[in-house]
């Protein structure tokens, strides 16, 4: 799970606890919105597993997930899910 966090921050709250990073950028990421529970998420990870698929890509590189809105009732969650991927010859 990804929280965008300023490094001030991490230190001042999270302390020994956390360790701020910065991802490497990709030149291709198909990316999937997952709205509900978290519970629930693999019917996106297997609907963009699919999309990549259909549409001629591989997937190069580990998946990041994105808790867009991680707060409230489950059934209003909102995740991005996100393979770095490239086109097959």
């Known amino acids: 799970m990804a929280i965008f966090l300023s490094d001030s921050t991490v230190r001042a709250d999270w302390g020994e606890r956390v360790a701020l990073c910065e991802l490497p950028g990709v030149s291709r990421m ?6 509900g529970s978290p519970h629930a998420i693999v019917k996106g990870y ?9 549409n001629g890509s591989t997937i190069t590189g580990p998946n990041r997930k994105v808790s867009l ?11 991005e899910i996100q393979f770095p991927v490239e086109m097959v010859s």
């Open 46 to 54: 297997q609907a963009l597993g699919s999309w990549i698929e259909a």
């Open 69 to 79: 809105r991680w707060s409230g009732e489950l059934d209003d969650y909102l995740t």
């Open 30 to 35: 198909a990316s999937h919105i997952c709205h």
